[in-house]
């Protein structure tokens, strides 16, 4: 291959002679979709219910994305008409918050964050403005939740550690316990009174399509 002016600067302008040995063709072998390709899933006894079932989980995901927009655009909306201070704090606790979740992610892909070139000091500044418009919704959805008398009850707090238990497949005890130790048992409750909120907004909200 020659190779033009514009190449990588190791190869630029320079005839490459490449040999490639071939280790091997292979070709994926997809199963025929029937009954016995349903079956052999374990738990439906035909291909319509491997369909239908799949459909739902399908539609319960696209319903439930439709239900966070909307919920973040009734957010948006209320923190767009709002215009006061907000405490500092609460302002640095989202900024330190958004980059150490962006720390996380790069970690958990398998990169080092140290070796990417990113200034975490300058990363962290650029949130502030998008840091105090959530503190600014964390204030509005606060006020909301106290006036209406929202709040987590008991109930909900054990519903949502049983779900979080069954989806880590451990025991509720044993997932209470951790959220405990954590701290996390308050942070699980603040949540579920913060999608309460959200979902009496909806509730009361004059939604346009468009």
Do not use: C
């Not at 190869?11 to 979709?33: F, M, N």
């Not at 000091?121 to 919704?137: G, I, L, P, W």
Request: charged residues 35%.
């Amino acid at each position: 291959v020659t190779w033009g002016e514009d190449a990588a600067p190791s190869i630029a302008g320079k005839t490459v002679r490449y040999t490639v040995t071939l280790k091997g063709i292979k070709k994926k072998v997809v199963p025929a979709a029937d009954d016995e390709f349903a079956k052999d899933l374990g738990e439906f006894d035909s291909l319509g219910a491997l369909r239908d079932k799949v459909r739902a989980q399908l539609e319960a995901a696209e319903e439930r994305r439709a239900d966070r927009d909307t919920k973040g655009a009734l957010v948006q909306a209320l923190v767009a008409k709002a215009d006061f201070e907000v405490p500092e704090a609460l302002v640095e606790r989202h900024m330190s918050a958004r980059t150490e979740n962006l720390v996380r992610g790069l970690a958990y892909q398998g990169i080092d964050p140290r070796k990417v070139g990113v200034d975490w000091r300058e990363y962290r500044e650029s949130t502030r403005e998008d840091s105090v418009k959530a503190a600014r919704a964390d204030v509005l959805l606060d006020e909301i939740a106290r006036r209406e008398g929202v709040s987590a009850l008991e109930s909900e707090v054990e519903a949502e550690v049983a779900r979080l238990a069954a989806r880590a497949g451990k025991s509720k005890e044993a997932v209470r316990a951790q959220l405990a130790k954590e701290g996390d048992l308050g942070a699980l409750a603040s949540r579920i009174r913060e999608e309460k909120v959200l979902d009496l907004l909806k509730s009361n909200a004059s939604i346009e399509l468009t």
